[in-house]
């Protein structure tokens, strides 16, 4: 982190006070992914200029991509009418009054957030770490919900108000509905990571653990990981399994295809049934009707750690195995047409209310 660029750049905007008209993506901790990729590539089909994304990755063409934590990231960061978020924001950032802050979040919440949980994991390394997070959602303008039924959780973890709230949906989850039947690009997901043709693919998309917050890397958990030499025994030579480890892991299993460089939404696209825990990959699956099957090996362990929210978990009980070979069983007699399925869906999947988030953004940077 360049302390000397950021002080210096943010001087000369108070300073100089330029007109701001940039559009300034900060991406999900600088990579090219998730709703940051999705909501830029639309606003690249509408041709927005002063467009620019914080990032190493080559998929940005050159004339929008900024290297993270230069000097020209600093500048444009305080030149920027709206700055685009998905994750948190460095401490150090300074948030200029004339400009806004948007924070696209990066899932709909089964885990406990903020003040909903005790974060206990957390709070032995940083005891201020609720109270830094809060200070940073009162920086926020607009924070991205994918579904008006889940504000009162981030009202109660987050204390937000409703006037920030946006209900335009995830941008992520767009581009899986409007791609649910495009085989071709199916096909080339599946030629480009490897993925036989003739099986059905059951992706493994977990997410991280509280209880290996701050553990050092010989000694992480990973006792959740299903053994999936018992999914396969279970499940027959019909199927191929797909792991994809959360960013923070880096296990890799050899009885399955461990696939890192593909992006989660394209997996999403090709898979037959996804199972995970308690990430919000679940909701994207929902969406497109994805047969989902919960692995809840360490539930115990995990609610004592961070906990889920009761109300929604409840809902997600039919979908929920304790063990390799309750989950193979849900997989294998699954429907994705009972009530309790678009029950789930209705409440926290993605909702379309036909507002754009790109039109919306460019309507407020004028």
């Not at 903020?114 to 924070?143: G, T």
């Not at 809840?296 to 195995?321: H, M």
Request: with cysteine; hydrophobic share 35%.
């Amino acid at each position: 982190m360049n302390i000397e660029y950021n002080l210096t750049a943010y001087k000369s905007a108070v300073q100089e006070k330029k007109e701001k008209k940039a559009i300034l993506f900060m991406g999900f901790d600088y990579r090219y992914t998730g709703n940051s990729r999705y909501l830029f590539e639309e606003m690249l089909q509408k041709d927005v200029d002063n467009l620019y994304f914080v990032t190493e990755d080559e998929k940005v063409d050159e004339k929008y991509r900024i290297e993270p934590e230069s000097k020209k990231m600093y500048e444009i960061f305080y030149q920027a009418k709206i700055i685009i978020f998905e994750t948190w924001t460095e401490k150090t950032w300074i948030k200029t009054e004339d400009t806004i802050w948007i924070q696209l979040w990066h899932g709909t919440p089964l885990k406990k957030m903020l003040l909903d949980s005790d974060e206990a994991e957390i709070a032995k390394v940083n005891p201020y770490h609720q109270i830094e997070k809060l200070i940073e959602i009162n920086k926020w303008n607009y924070l991205l919900i994918d579904n008006p039924n889940v504000y009162p959780y981030f009202k109660s973890s987050c204390l937000i108000d409703k006037s920030k709230i946006l209900e335009c949906g995830y941008p992520r989850v767009k581009y899986l509905i409007d791609n649910k039947e495009n085989s071709e690009l199916k096909k080339s997901i599946k030629k480009k990571a490897g993925i036989p043709e003739d099986k059905k693919v059951v992706l493994y998309l977990p997410t991280w653990r509280d209880y290996n917050y701050g553990v050092e890397e010989e000694k992480i958990d990973y006792s959740y990981f299903p053994d999936m030499n018992k999914l396969k025994s279970v499940l027959g030579d019909d199927y191929v399994i797909v792991s994809k480890n959360h960013v923070f892991l880096n296990n890799k299993d050899k009885d399955s295809i461990t696939n890192v460089s593909t992006e989660t939404q394209e997996l999403l696209l090709i898979g037959d049934y996804l199972i995970s825990d308690y990430s919000s990959v679940i909701f994207d699956a929902f969406a497109i009707d994805l047969p989902v099957a919960l692995l809840a090996n360490d539930f115990e362990k995990y609610q004592q750690s961070r906990g889920v929210y009761e109300s929604i978990w409840n809902e997600l009980l039919p979908f929920v195995g304790y063990n390799e070979e309750e989950v193979a069983n849900i997989i294998q007699n699954y429907n994705v047409n009972t009530e309790e399925y678009k029950n789930v869906k209705t409440k926290f999947s993605y909702s379309n209310n036909e507002q754009s988030l790109a039109d919306f953004i460019l309507n407020i940077r004028k």
